[in-house]
């Protein structure tokens, strides 16, 4: 015992002081329960097969999915049209949404469901994401409160009181509680959570980045004026013949830099973007986007029988003007550098062999304050230069990663997590929504449920790669929880948490009832500081039982109060599942949930301990 409470001792310290990364303060806890022989490796390593933790993990990849689809931009554009200008309206917004959210989903799926909106609510009105990303997890934890399957401990205390030979709860048994504490939550989460806008501005300051978007480049290389989209007509003689046996580079000086191809399904519209290649056939409406002087791009239309897809009606421009998008959902461009001393100095750039080695074109070439964009293939490469590069993302990282003569500007990985799969959102959707009533009527475990979600997203196309699906997963916040829960199995091992807990019980005793479901509230919710509210609840509801029973009073008040106690936890940032997960995405640290979640959690407890006989008396 002794062992274990000083093993907690130094991980609390170890967490408030914030220098070590809270994952591996958890892994150190773990570690020295083993070494101390307090638990066996078996018991340490349980918590990284426990379904919470897997759930956990599983739900970042869907909400990762929502993200990537463009599924959750899209909600957070409707949901800041009601808020307008007002960051006070936004925060009430996520506040109610979540909560209400909370009253059918679980906390955790409510957090991951909501987590990647919240953000891009935040990046589109300017707003903090540290300041709506807290007050998002605590609503979603007092959302719980207010139905029987909105938190664990909830219906631990159910089954404890059926048990013991009780009436259970009802579904909504505790729903003025929720609406309780909804409302004190809402009046001071505003001001305290005012502490996390200076930190958050910092960060961002710091994680400014140089790096130009894909729209960007395509507009600073002058690609936009001199595209044209060209539309293969069936009479046309290129119709049905590879890209080799045209050789439109040589013959009219123009370059192909990508394809659009429809669907030939009837009952689809949706057109994928393609890189010529020698072996591509063109085909009946198909899209050219093709780059170079309108001349030679007008001379290679009239000859083969085709036909713009722009048109302009502004008479002072004869031209048609480009009037369509570049789909970057595969294909990306990229800024290279040519290095000093590079082979590629005064190489003409059909002979780069970029197409050969890499599946990369260039596009064009920026030379001090000169872009260089019209019969590029015989431009001569030199050192110092900086080429507009395509190809499909993988193609781009790897000349990034196996070119030594050049350097790629920004990460070509980072930069395509950013361009959404916005066609995949429908699916998305459908898969988001048989998750949540696979959870609100209980056709599977939730954990099962959230797998089968995760898997159908990486399978379903969601995610360009399942690397980008991994990536999706804070492994922080996932070891964080599972290298704590072994902190509990010790302290019930070793009869720390039964010698606190009785403790103060046979003390407050003689005091009466209120004073009784004082301590219990105050013990579970400071227990709850160091374990899970799921573990709390389990060690705290037979002892808050049998005191209700030795006092001859109601159960009710005294179950109720420690789900809580320890359900409204929100000084610790692995208290709860929520807290874990917006740990990294909200930048906090350990003090963050001491500043803003104690104040919230004492007037919670305080509030409640009176509130709570006069709702279900003793």
Partial sequence: MTATIIILIVTATLLVWGKIRSDIVALCCLLALVLTKVLTPTEALAGFSNSVVIMIAAL??????????????????????????????????????????????????????????????????KTSASRLLMPMAYASSIGGMMTLIGTPPTLIMHDTLIGAGYEGLQFFTTLP??????????????????????KDKKD????????????????????????????VSKESPIA???????????????IISEIHI?????????????????????????????????????????????????????????????????????????????????RLHN?????????????????????????????????????????????????IDRLSRLERDVVVIGQPQTEASKITLDHKAPYAAVVLILMVLAMVFNWLPPVIAVLIAA????????????????????WESVILFAGMMPLATAMEKT???????????????????????????????????????TAAAILFAPIALQAAISMDVSPYPFLIGVAVAVSMCFASPFATPPNAMIMSAGKYNFMDYIKVGLPLQLLFLVVMIFVLPLIYPF
């Fill in 495 to 533: 009869g720390t948490s039964a010698l606190v807990t009785n403790g103060i019980v046979d003390a407050v005793g003689s005091y009466g009832p209120y004073a009784v479901l004082a301590g219990i509230m105050a013990a579970s919710s400071l227990l709850t500081m160091f374990i899970s509210n």
């Fill in 455 to 474: 898997v159908l997203m990486v399978l379903g196309g969601c995610f360009r790669t399942v690397r980008d699906a991994y990536r999706t997963i804070n």
């Fill in 347 to 395: 190489r003409l750039v059909k002979d780069s062999q970029f197409r050969d080695n890499y599946n990369v074109n260039i596009l064009s070439i920026q030379r001090k304050d000169t872009y260089i964009i019209q019969n590029i293939k015989d431009v001569k490469i030199q050192a110092g230069d900086m080429l507009l590069v395509q190809g499909t993302w993988e193609d």
């Fill in 262 to 342: 429809r669907s030939s399904s009837p009952l689809s519209r949706s057109i994928r973007a393609v890189l010529p290649k020698a072996q591509t056939i063109l085909t009946e409406n198909d899209i050219l986007y093709i780059i170079g002087e309108y001349k030679n791009v007008l001379n290679f239309v009239e000859e083969n029988a085709l036909s713009f897809l722009d048109t302009t009606t502004e008479k002072e421009i004869e031209r048609p003007k480009f009037g369509g998008k570049f789909k970057f959902d595969e294909i990306g461009m990229a800024e290279v550098v040519i290095l000093q001393n590079s």
């Fill in 240 to 254: 049905g013949k590879k890209l080799s046996e045209i050789d439109i580079t040589k013959r009219y000086s123009v």
């Fill in 204 to 231: 961002q300051g710091e994680g400014r980045t140089t790096v130009k978007s894909p729209e960007q480049l395509a507009s600073d290389y002058c690609l936009i004026d001199n595209l044209y989209r060209i539309v």
């Fill in 177 to 198: 509680v929720g609406m309780i504490l909804l409302v004190l939550g809402i009046l001071l989460l505003w001001p305290l959570s005012k502490m996390l806008d200076k």
């Fill in 60 to 125: 970042f990849i869907v909400g990762g999915a929502l993200s990537q689809t463009g599924l959750a931009g899209a909600v957070s554009n409707r949901l800041l049209k009601l808020a307008g200008n007002s960051s006070y309206k936004l925060f009430l917004l996520v506040m109610l949404v979540t909560a209400f959210i909370g009253l059918f989903l679980s906390n955790t799926g409510t957090v991951a469901l909501l987590m990647p909106i919240v953000v891009s609510m935040a990046f589109k009105s």
